[in-house]
């Protein structure tokens, strides 16, 4: 492998990092030691903590030794937020997302083998840790004008909100985590987001001043989109890693939706292909953009990643299907009202003419409408063109008892759910 700063820097993954020529000897060095933390403020992770999860992971195919942490005491406190104070939840509920969150982070790391991955939860250092040891031990070492003067801090004290000192005492307890795993685990480097620059400079204080070690941060870029939206977000809200939450088809249809603008940006972050793939996905999306392949490769390898080669198979298949280039039929029911929920939608108590149908989901504007579009050869019904004005679905047309699929031409789609009254 090429050398692993210079891959990072290539991917895009590289926004602030100390003293480069050092890091780059310690990797030389190596193996080194590097954590991540990742704070249970939800009963799932989300498509940005990718970012984290997979560079970690990249570490660890160079030869590196990584330490997921799922923060069990900085979870019940929180990261303070830009805006206003954070809710704080009960220790119960957050030690329940622990377990959920660090599921969710096992399957992406190795956990053999001489640089095995370990999984760590800073409640186990700071439960019996009293509030005069606390503050004898670790807070002697932080000086609050420093600490004002981190951005998120700052942003805060000249808010109408203010922080409280909860929040406050954050960045304290982060540099607590590089301190201990540092002296447990031989730890000497951290990752995080660039947002979260003044809390990895924190930790690497902080072992200066206890131990006189030189140990190493690297931030990672916020992500954006060229369309000025928020990554991560869609019309539905969140998309998140647990398939609960947002299902794999949902996630799937997020990554083959990406604009053409950022889906060269997005490999590189993202997928674990190689340049010259990636250079040659870059090359399709110029020459032949309504292809999408960069999209679908991408779209592919992220649901496999996250959600199994099975779920990606079954998406690809509804996706597919849907448009007329497979059975709907074949598609298992939690698939196919997975991806019917994307699409228009109407809910109906008894199955009523496909002229009532395709007004009644939107496709079409009215009844006239819907009846030229039928006579024009333009309307589907489950993948079947529909060649009378007065046709009226049976309930052997009803896809795993309860769904239609409707479409106007090629791309336009929608469901039908039959539920009796």
């Known amino acids: 492998m090429t050398d692993i700063v210079d891959e990072l820097r290539w991917r895009g993954l590289i926004a602030v990092s100390t003293d480069e020529d050092a890091l780059r000897k310690a990797f030389a060095d190596g193996p080194v030691t590097v954590y991540v933390g990742f704070d249970p403020t939800a009963a799932s992770l989300h498509v940005g903590s990718l970012v984290q999860i997979l560079t970690i992971r990249r570490l660890q195919q160079a030869g590196h030794r990584p330490l997921a942490l799922v923060g069990g005491a900085t979870g019940l406190i929180g990261d303070p937020k830009p805006t206003a104070e954070r809710t704080l939840n009960a220790p119960g509920v957050v030690a329940g997302w622990v377990e959920q969150i660090r599921g969710q982070i096992e399957p992406f790391l190795s956990f053999e083998g001489p640089n095995a991955a370990t999984m760590v939860n800073n409640l186990d250092w700071t439960s019996g840790l009293s509030a005069i040891e606390f503050l004898r031990d670790i807070g002697k070492y932080f000086r609050v004008n420093k600490m004002v003067s981190k951005e998120a801090v700052a942003r805060r004290l000249n808010s109408e909100h203010g922080i409280s000192y909860t929040e406050f005492s954050y960045q304290i307890l982060q540099g607590m985590d590089f301190l201990e795993l540092y002296r447990r685990y031989g730890c000497t480097m951290q990752t995080g987001g660039s947002d979260q620059w003044g809390n990895l400079t924190a930790g690497i204080d902080l072992i200066h001043r206890v131990e ?210």
Request: aromatic share 6%.
């Open 212 to 421: 006189a070690a030189q140990v190493h941060a690297l931030a990672t870029p916020l992500i954006t989109k060229a369309d000025g939206t928020k990554f991560g977000k869609t019309e539905g809200g969140t998309v998140w890693l647990d398939p609960e939450l947002t299902t794999p088809y949902a996630f799937y249809q997020f990554w083959l939706n990406v604009d053409d603008r950022d889906v060269s940006k997005f490999l590189r972050i993202f997928s674990f292909k190689t340049r010259e793939e990636i250079e040659e996905l870059e090359r399709l999306t110029e020459e032949r953009p309504q292809a999408r392949a960069a999209q679908r490769a991408l779209a592919e390898e992220l649901t496999n990643l996250v959600h199994g080669a099975d779920q990606t198979a079954a998406v690809i298949a509804a996706s597919k299907a849907l448009f007329g280039q497979g059975e709907l039929t074949d598609l298992d029911g939690s698939t196919l009202a997975a991806a019917l929920s994307e699409l228009p939608y109407a809910q109906l108590s008894t199955l009523a003419p496909v002229v009532d149908l395709l007004t009644e989901t939107g496709l079409v504007a009215s009844k006239s409408a819907a009846r030229r579009t039928i006579k024009e050869g333009g309307a589907y019904l489950n993948n079947a063109k529909v060649t009378s004005e007065d046709a009226v679905p049976t309930d052997s047309d009803l896809l795993h008892g309860r769904w239609l699929v409707l479409r106007r031409g090629k791309k336009n789609l929608a469901a039908i759910e039959v539920v009796p009254g």
